[in-house]
T-cell receptor, first 107, second 120 residues
Framework: DIQMTQSPSSVSASVGGRVTITCRASQGVRSYLAWYQQKPGKAPKLLIYAASSLQSGVPSRFSGSGSGTDFTLTINTLQPEDFATYYC?????????FGQGTKVEIK | QVQLVESGGGVVRPGTSLRLSCAASRFTFSNYDMHWVRQAPGEGLEWVAFVSYGGSHTYYADSVKGRFTVSRDTSKNTIYLHMNSLRPEDTALYYCAREESGMYDAIDIWGQGTMIAVSS
């Protein structure tokens, strides 16, 4: 099984700031990597697919990069609505595996 | 818009069985692979099961293999999760979700979830 190690587990940032979240796969997953945002009491929302493709309707301050085993989600110019928990998901093989999540909190 | 609606959750005793349903609407259900994903209270997301668009291929997390069965009924635009021998650690919010093959198999649509609590 592919393990997804996501870091940090939590990060504090200010409105207007930048946050970078990383996900490392225990084996290569090519570009089969998605990023999700989840707010309390809500279902996850797809932000990025294919490691770097922005889902329709998602603001351009969100960006993804990487391939193989190392991936990054960057949020530029943080907005109040961006404070949430973020997860990566590898879709290269079964079983699918999520990262442990990163909670982005207000500084 | 595209919608997934789960049902069937509740409070059950350990060792019992339960069936979850997920009704799909406003998309061509028979063209899409589908998943179940769960989230224990205060915890992260855990992938549970997959069923292919035709229903012939299924995959499971090791934690549920042999106890859970995923199936689909195209005539009803519905997928199911049959859960046997439920354990307290199965307590979670269970999401039904759609896979989009054109997005490198990302899960693009999620239901609102149905809660299962396994407790004696």
């Amino acid at each position: 099984d592919i393990q997804m190690t996501q870091s940090p587990s939590s990060v504090s940032a200010s409105v207007g700031g930048r946050v970078t979240i990383t996900c490392r796969a225990s084996q290569g997953v090519r570009s089969y990597l998605a990023w999700y945002q989840q707010k309390p009491g809500k279902a996850p929302k797809l932000l990025i697919y294919a490691a770097s493709s922005l889902q329709s309707g998602v603001p351009s301050r969100f960006s993804g990069s990487g391939s193989g085993t190392d991936f990054t989600l960057t949020i530029n110019t943080l907005q109040p609505e961006d404070f949430a928990t973020y997860y990566c998901l590898q879709t290269n093989s079964f079983p699918r595996t999520f990262g442990q999540g990163t909670k982005v909190e207000i500084k | 818009q595209v919608q997934l609606v789960e049902s069937g959750g509740g409070v059950v005793r350990p060792g019992t069985s339960l069936r979850l349903s997920c009704a799909a609407s406003r998309f061509t259900f028979s063209n899409y692979d589908m998943h179940w994903v769960r989230q224990a209270p205060g915890e992260g997301l855990e992938w549970v099961a997959f069923v292919s668009y035709g229903g012939s291929h299924t995959y499971y997390a090791d934690s549920v293999k042999g106890r859970f069965t995923v199936s689909r009924d195209t005539s009803k635009n519905t997928i199911y999760l049959h859960m046997n021998s439920l354990r307290p650690e199965d307590t979670a919010l269970y999401y039904c979700a759609r896979e989009e093959s054109g997005m490198y198999d990302a899960i693009d649509i999620w239901g609102q979830g149905t809660m299962i609590a396994v407790s004696s």
